[in-house]
């Protein structure tokens, strides 16, 4: 038997996919659906540390009240409609499906109120916060709305953070981390390829149904093993549109305050108290309560 016979005669290799190990429906309050917070699940997929799966109708919109954080990144995206952003420093736009609302809370900053009604009645989105590294968490504050158009799309996912088959985000978040929002056609199928040391991962469907070796559904949260691809095929009924997000796990630990998130006492400390001190120049609540967004408030 000749080299390129045996070679032909071997079975092909098998794709070892991952599976879901976790799935949770969260827990609910009005519109809001939180997947994870850092004292359950975010502890497991950290950097991962916080999803909210959101809804806002048209008699809702604006109730988010103005509050702080720190050590965080935040980072929202839209699965269905828009809202507008109204900025000194960032100009006025549309975040719809694609697009980003990225606020490095970093040392300190309030907001809530940045992204006001936009043309749509519904919107349904996702807000995911990430842990910082220790030489972020308490550093200079970056916020930035980017819209679709300026967002890099592979295949059926849009880059919203990390990199996807060479191409990046232009969000300028911390190393080692990707998140793809992902919309695939009735029983389209597509495979993700984690980059290496990306052990860290989940998956969260906004509306339709997916198979990834289990069946999720609209408002599932489903988390993954530590190794192998992940492959997703949507059921006949599609569309169906979801959040992936994989990471190197974070390797410091979780220190929390009421809205913070830190690696350690002393990182809290400084930033509850930078908190502090915004929310004593912040104008007062009345004049917050306007038809335009209101711009986050970092001081100076």
């Known amino acids: 038997m000749t080299v390129s016979t045996l070679a032909a005669s071997l079975p092909m290799p098998?794709?070892?996919?991952?599976?879901?190990?976790?799935?949770?429906?969260?827990?609910?309050?009005?519109?809001?659906?939180?997947?994870?917070?850092?004292?359950?699940?975010?502890?497991?997929l950290k950097?991962?540390?916080?999803?909210d799966l959101f809804e806002i109708d048209g008699e809702t919109m604006g109730g988010m009240p103005v509050h702080p954080h720190s050590g965080i990144a935040t980072v929202t995206v839209l699965a269905e409609g828009d809202l507008r952003f109204d900025d000194p420093e960032q100009g006025q736009g549309t975040i719809a499906y694609g697009a980003?609302?990225?606020?490095?809370?970093?040392?300190?900053?309030?907001?809530?109120?940045?992204?006001?009604?936009?043309?749509?009645?519904?919107?349904?989105?996702?807000?995911?916060?990430i842990a910082l590294p220790p030489e972020l968490e308490n550093g200079p504050v970056e916020n930035a709305y980017i819209e679709a158009k300026a967002m890099p799309q592979v295949g059926p996912a849009r880059v919203i953070l990390g990199q996807l088959d060479g191409t990046s985000s232009p969000v300028n978040a911390p190393?080692?981390?990707?998140?793809?929002?992902?919309?695939?056609g009735a029983n389209e199928e597509w495979t993700y390829e984690p980059?290496?040391?990306?052990?860290?991962?989940?998956?969260?469907?906004?509306?339709?149904t997916i198979d990834v070796?289990?069946?999720?559904?609209?408002?599932?949260?489903?988390?993954?093993?530590?190794?192998?691809?992940?492959?997703?095929?949507?059921?006949a009924d599609g569309p169906?549109?979801?959040?992936?997000?994989?990471?190197?796990?974070?390797?410091?630990?979780?220190?929390?305050?009421y809205y913070s998130v830190h690696?350690?006492?002393?990182?809290?400390?400084?930033?509850?108290?930078?908190?502090?001190?915004?929310?004593?120049l912040l104008p007062p609540a009345g004049s917050l309560k306007r038809e335009r967004s209101v711009p986050v408030f970092k001081g100076a």
């Open 100 to 129: 980003v609302e990225w606020m490095r809370a970093s040392g300190g900053v309030w907001h809530g109120q940045e992204l006001s009604r936009g043309e749509a009645s519904h919107v349904r989105g996702f807000q995911l916060w």
């Open 240 to 257: 169906t549109t979801f959040v992936l997000g994989s990471a190197i796990p974070h390797p410091h630990d979780l220190v929390l305050g």
């Open 195 to 208: 980059p290496v040391g990306h052990s860290a991962a989940f998956v969260a469907v906004s509306s339709g």
């Open 263 to 280: 690696s350690s006492e002393d990182a809290l400390i400084r930033g509850e108290t930078r908190i502090a001190e915004l929310g004593s």
């Open 47 to 51: 950097p991962f540390v916080f999803l």
């Open 14 to 44: 098998t794709r070892q996919d991952r599976r879901i190990v976790h799935i949770t429906r969260g827990r609910g309050h009005g519109g809001i659906v939180r997947l994870m917070s850092p004292s359950d699940l975010g502890e497991r």
């Open 213 to 235: 070796g289990s069946t999720l559904r609209a408002g599932d949260m489903g988390v993954f093993d530590h190794d192998g691809a992940m492959h997703f095929q949507a059921d």
């Open 175 to 184: 190393a080692g981390i990707t998140y793809l929002l992902v919309t695939l």
